[in-house]
């Protein structure tokens, strides 16, 4: 079976039934969803940026959660030291700044250790990672 890559931008949209929701379905139909560790933090982090921000309710926020559990994602590991190392090839070699965050260089490590193409609505962890070699899944929303 396949396997892409999902970062954090996809999954919340899928799982808080934003406008790009059925397109990305569409597009991992049939592929095998993989992600670094770090995505259940992120997730977490999301949905409760999204409480502070009085965007999404509690019981709204508790069903993106059951969502979230219906999705199946495999988690491989990666290495922080390589990780990190992507960033300051970026900051270094590519003259590229400011270097993405390090929960992106998780996404493009895990794309790269694997050799596995990402599928991002993130339009400047996008770049990045096509800088370093990453073959990225290109997703219009409604919004662009």
Same mark, same amino acid.
């Given at each position: 079976?396949? $396997?892409?890559? @999902?970062?954090?931008?996809?999954?919340?949209?899928?799982?808080? %039934?934003?406008?790009?929701?059925?397109?990305?379905?569409?597009?991992?139909?049939?592929?095998?969803?993989?992600?670094?560790?770090?995505? /259940?933090?992120?997730?977490?982090?999301?949905?409760? *940026?999204? &409480?502070?921000? /009085?965007?999404?309710?509690?019981?709204? @926020?508790?069903?993106?959660?059951?969502?979230?559990?219906?999705?199946?994602? #495999?988690?491989?590991?990666?290495?922080?030291?390589?990780?990190? !190392?992507?960033?300051?090839?970026? /900051? *270094? !070699?590519?003259?590229?700044?400011?270097?993405?965050?390090?929960? %992106?260089?998780? #996404?493009?490590?895990?794309?790269l250790k694997y050799?596995?193409?990402?599928? =991002? &609505? %993130? *339009?400047?962890?996008? #770049?990045?990672?096509? $800088?370093?070699?990453? =073959?990225?899944?290109?997703?219009?929303?409604?919004w662009q």
């Amino acid at each position: 079976m396949k $396997q892409v890559v @999902v970062d954090t931008s996809v999954i919340i949209a899928i799982i808080t %039934d934003e406008p790009p929701k059925n397109t990305l379905i569409r597009l991992t139909e049939g592929v095998s969803l993989v992600a670094p560790p770090s995505l /259940n933090w992120e997730v977490g982090n999301a949905l409760i *940026k999204m &409480l502070r921000r /009085n965007t999404k309710t509690w019981a709204e @926020v508790l069903t993106a959660l059951q969502n979230y559990s219906q999705i199946p994602i #495999f988690l491989l590991p990666i290495e922080l030291n390589d990780a990190l !190392q992507i960033g300051n090839i970026l /900051n *270094k !070699q590519l003259n590229y700044y400011p270097s993405p965050y390090a929960y %992106d260089l998780y #996404f493009i490590h895990c794309a790269l250790k694997y050799q596995l193409p990402l599928i =991002t &609505l %993130d *339009k400047h962890l996008a #770049f990045v990672a096509k $800088q370093m070699g990453v =073959t990225v899944i290109e997703v219009r929303t409604p919004w662009q």
